[in-house]
């Protein structure tokens, strides 16, 4: 069970990594999806090894992968709309936000 | 109509009113309003004697409550009883025969219809304390008539004298009025009211105690010393004859003086229930009648003359009324007539009076020169003039049968059991008697002493006249009303008391006509036979006629011992107000000018401070805190995800989270200060497109 939650882990540490160094909108969500992968892993651990009677996790697991798709969508069509904005994804340049 | 004699006072006052709201630009029309006025006023005093007659002594009331209030109810209202329907008539008549003479006398002056609606102002004032039934309405009567003879002593205000007269005239009675309203208060406050016959009903029954009554009386009598120029403010009178001569008959001869005698015999009550007061009255009278009637002897202004023997005639009145106050006082049956005799010779003198002085009007109007020194042989020009004025001199003097004859005696009569007032009385008489025809000889007889004056004197006309002629006859048969024969004459219409009524008494007239005609004789011998020089025997009593001439030095007196140690406490008063009182406020301004600047600092640095203060404060924070807001979504993430494990490492070691909160913040400080020092690097604002 280790080796199963030290790759979630891993893998959840790489995403943050991920979403707080890459410049590319594009890679941000990528690494988003690697969060996402490593939380499903976990879930579907806790499941086999603590109550595998159930299918909680399982569905839970599922349910996950499908909001993260919906997810996508909505963030690719983000991208897509500051792309022709922008004429560039670099989110290092988006912040419209600032004081 | 004695329900309507309210009426009698408002018609002068409409007169008065509509003069000099509509009418002042048309002078004929003025006089004419004013006179109307004052006729139908005779005719309504006419029938309100008539009245008071049919009722037989019972007075008539009328009265409208004015302020209500606990302590004292205040009301407006008339009291008619005889003496006040004699006065009416006389203030009325005079009143009516002034205003016609003045149609000549005051003829051509720019400032003819003021002068009518001034003298319905005095009637309407005059009338209305006459007719008032409480001291509290006699007192704005009383005040109205003194602005009034302010106005007319001074209605030919260019000259400086006639305006200083006015003032004197003004402020010297002021001084009588003072103490008249003290009286009044005092009065409301022992008897609780004001009305004549409440209060004089409780004084008679003793409500009020014997010390405070005489102080009241004394008090009231301060009213009528100021209003009737006793002694000692008599000095105003002689300077009210600046005013123009038909005012001084009809205010400084015939009424408003007579007011202070009215005011005397009016609340004779207070007087019988002191007799300190009362010979109080008597002494005051009897001084001044004598001082005045010894001036007069001298003065060579054909109006002062007449002035200070009006002074004494009132002073005669004055010591009538106090006698019988006395009298009465010691000994309630007593028959003295001084009451009678005081408002008897108030009528009588009332027309002799105020005849003499349109004589004088009339002699000054031909003359242009008031002194008699610069007259003479006028009669021939004169006719009317010198014969009426002729019949007033013998009707003061006091020769039989002229109205002056019979009030004089009863004075004289009054007198009885007084020796030494009557010695005086006599002595009074027979000065009176020699000065009134030493101006009727100097004025009227012998040779002109100025041609020029002479030649251009001419009879007066007939507006003038024809008052004169009506005034002289009312000299002669005013008095007969009060002849001693007469078991229901003038002396059982004016009583007080129980009814009196005495016989004559012969010796007093004997008496009286001795001294009257020895008076005049003398005045004859001097001044027409001129037997005796009259300038010899001004050399005789030298320090005498200087005495005289100057008045006593009353002026002289007043003006060292009152006026002007008066001006220098004003002065020293105006100095400490101009340096102490003035200095204390301007340290209080300078003082709260200089507090002021003081919190203006405190304002300026403390308060300002700590609101500026505030806002810097918040301006430094926001400076610092503004780059937590920098808009990059990775900066947030980080924040979220570092607080997420700092959480995470407290709940496992709360001492690591310290290690670990304080290299978080050292990392941040760290890329801060970097930052800063590379402000825009990579960090170019790109404006978004539309």
Redesign the interface.
């Known amino acids: 069970m280790l080796q199963y939650l030290a790759l979630a882990a891993i893998l959840f540490a790489i995403g943050i990594f991920g979403v707080l160094t890459r410049r590319n909108a594009i890679g941000i969500l990528m690494s988003l999806e690697l969060m996402f992968n490593a939380v499903n892993i976990n879930l579907v651990t806790f499941n086999k090894f603590i109550g595998p009677d159930n299918l909680v996790g399982q569905i839970f697991a599922i349910f996950v992968i499908v909001i993260a798709a919906a997810e996508a969508v909505v963030g690719l069509a983000i991208v897509l709309l500051l792309y022709r904005n922008w004429q560039g994804i670099d989110i290092g340049n988006i912040n419209i936000m600032k004081w | 109509m004695l329900e309507n004699a309210y009426l009698i006072p408002i018609y002068p006052l409409l007169a008065f009113v509509i003069i000099i709201f509509a009418t002042r630009w048309k002078e004929k029309l003025s006089s004419a309003i004013s006179i109307a006025a004052i006729l139908v006023a005779v005719i309504h005093s006419i029938f309100v004697m008539i009245a008071v007659i049919g009722r037989h002594g019972v007075p008539f009331e009328l009265s409208v409550p004015f302020i209500e209030h606990p302590l004292i109810s205040l009301e407006t209202g008339i009291f008619i009883d005889p003496l006040t329907a004699v006065m009416l008539l006389v203030v009325t008549i005079v009143s009516g025969c002034v205003q016609i003479y003045s149609l000549g006398y005051m003829h051509g002056d720019p400032r003819w219809s003021r002068y009518f609606s001034y003298l319905s102002l005095f009637t309407f004032s005059m009338l209305g304390l006459v007719v008032a039934n409480n001291f509290f309405m006699i007192f704005i009567f009383w005040e109205l008539v003194g602005l009034t003879s302010y106005l007319l002593i001074g209605f030919w205000f260019e000259k400086d004298s006639a305006s200083d007269a006015g003032k004197k005239a003004f402020i010297t009675t002021r001084i009588g009025d003072l103490g008249f309203i003290i009286g009044i208060l005092l009065l409301a406050t022992y008897a609780g009211t004001l009305n004549y016959q409440e209060v004089f009903t409780k004084v008679a029954d003793g409500a009020v105690p014997v010390g405070v009554l005489t102080m009241i009386g004394i008090f009231i009598f301060c009213g009528a010393v100021g209003k009737s120029a006793q002694f000692p403010l008599h000095v105003w009178l002689p300077d009210a004859m600046e005013g123009p001569t038909p005012v001084s008959a009809l205010i400084h001869a015939a009424t408003m003086v007579a007011a202070g005698v009215y005011l005397v015999a009016r609340s004779m009550t207070l007087f019988v229930g002191s007799a300190e007061a009362a010979m109080t009255v008597a002494v005051i009278g009897l001084i001044t009648s004598f001082m005045a009637a010894s001036i007069a002897l001298v003065q060579n202004d054909i109006k002062r003359v007449l002035a200070y023997s009006t002074v004494s005639q009132l002073g005669y009145m004055i010591m009538a009324l106090g006698l019988y106050g006395f009298d009465v006082a010691k000994d309630p049956h007593s028959h003295s007539v001084g009451y009678f005799a005081g408002t008897f010779h108030l009528m009588t003198h009332a027309f002799f009076k105020a005849l003499l002085f349109l004589g004088a009007g009339s002699v000054i109007h031909a003359v242009h020169t008031n002194d008699i020194q610069e007259m003479g042989g006028l009669s021939k020009k004169m006719k009317i003039t010198s014969l009426t004025f002729f019949i007033a001199s013998l009707s003061i003097a006091g020769i039989f049968p002229l109205s002056g004859f019979w009030s004089k005696d009863e004075i004289v009569a009054a007198t009885l059991g007084h020796p030494v007032f009557m010695f005086f009385t006599l002595l009074i008489a027979f000065i009176t008697a020699f000065y009134m025809f030493r101006l009727c000889f100097l004025t009227f007889t012998g040779k002109p002493r100025n041609q020029e004056r002479f030649d251009h004197a001419h009879e007066s006309p007939k507006t003038m006249t024809m008052p004169l002629m009506f005034l002289a006859f009312l000299s002669v048969f005013a008095g007969w009303v009060g002849m001693p024969w007469l078991s229901h004459g003038f002396s059982s219409f004016v009583y007080t008391g129980e009814l009196q009524h005495h016989g004559p008494n012969y010796i007093v007239m004997l008496v009286s006509t001795i001294v009257a005609v020895s008076g005049i004789g003398l005045a004859y011998t001097v001044y027409f036979k001129k037997k005796i020089s009259a300038d010899v025997l001004m050399e005789k009593f030298k320090p005498l006629y200087t005495l005289l001439l100057n008045k006593y030095y009353f002026d002289e007196i007043y003006d060292k011992v009152i006026i002007k140690p008066l001006l220098a406490f004003t002065r020293m008063m105006w100095w400490s107000d101009a340096n102490i009182i003035d200095g204390l406020v301007n340290f209080v301004g300078w003082f709260t000018i200089k507090w002021a600047d003081a919190k203006m600092l405190f304002d300026k640095y403390i308060i300002d401070g700590a609101v500026n203060g505030a806002g810097t404060v918040c301006m430094a924070a926001s400076w610092l805190f503004?780059?937590v807001?920098?808009?990059?979504?990775?900066f947030y993430?980080?924040v979220v995800?570092t607080s997420a494990v700092g959480v995470i490492i407290y709940k496992v070691t709360p001492e690591g989270f310290v290690y670990y909160f304080i290299g978080v913040v050292v990392v941040a400080l760290a890329r801060f200060l970097m930052k800063m020092n590379r402000p825009e690097e990579?960090?170019?604002?790109?404006e978004?497109?539309g």
């Open positions: 503004k780059y807001q920098n808009g990059s979504v990775q993430t980080l995800i990579g960090n170019v604002e790109t978004p497109e």
